[in-house]
Structures are given as structure tokens and as C-alpha cells.
């Protein structure tokens, strides 16, 4: 009977969490040119966290390697989160090797160096030395910014895939 009790006072609480208090769950949505994003909105999770809980997922942060690419995602972040954009970690970073203004980036899962970019106007600037992690920055337009690593928001993740 105690069992029960605890069980059901359990489900309860729960319940209550996830339904009352919107527990953030990350969904499943399709840009225009047809790819599925895992967009996590809760500005919980510094890069390294972000990058871990895509790959948790057998994703991984998304690499945008092309305009038609970013695009798509734009339009998609656009359209999904009207006035309320966010700032979400994408999976770039200069490997965190330097302090220099002008330093490459890099794809941290197929590890090659951004040819394709959509930075902000001035960025990256890696300010005070400590910028080594890329964002969309909604401030800017959706545009890109470096950013600390350690600073907590959102991301995205995709599913393994390239673009040509």
C-alpha cells in the first residue's frame, strides 16, 4: 500500500512538471529544402554540453556548409519562432588554440575548416580572448557571432548528413 502511495504521488508530481510547467522537450522540425532539425530551446547548455547531447542522440550540431543551407535553416528559425528568436550553438569553434582575432574555424564533427560563413559584421573578434564557439546570434539578425563556450543556450542538431 505505501508502495502505491509513493508510486502514484511519484506519477503525480511528474505529471504535474511536465504538463503544467511545459517541460521543454526538443522537436523534430523540417526546413523548407526538407531537412529535420533538433532544435533544444532551453538556454541551459554551454557548447561542450550541446555538442554531447546531440551526439547522446546519434546527432550532432549542425554544420552549415553552404548559403542554400543556412537559408533554409533561416527561414525555418524564422518561421518557427517568429519574434521570439534565439540564440542556439551551432558546431563550429576555432578548437580553442588561440587567441587571435583572425583564426579559422573549424566543423567540429567532420573537422574541416568553414568554407562557407555568415558571420555578423565585425565577428568573429574573439573578444577578450575567450570567444572559441559559434552561435546563431538573434540580436544580429541570425547571423553568426563567436562567442565562450561556456555560456549557456540553446542549439541545433542534425542527423549525420552532408551537403554538397
Known sequence: MKFQVILFVGIFIFNVFCIDF????PEWLRSPDGHEYLIETDKKYEWHEASSECRRRGLRLVEI???????????????TFEDSLLDLWIGATDLEVTKEKNRPFYWSMTGKRMAFTNWSKGQPDNHKGKEHCVHIYSPYNLKWNDAPC??????IC???????
Open 22 to 25: 511545459g517541460l521543454a522537450i
Open 65 to 79: 556548409e553552404n548559403i542554400h543551407k543556412s537559408d533554409a535553416l533561416d527561414t525555418l528559425l524564422r518561421k
Open 150 to 155: 561556456t555560456m549557456k543556450q540553446g542549439f
Open 158 to 164: 542534425e542527423e549525420r548528413f552532408t551537403t554538397k
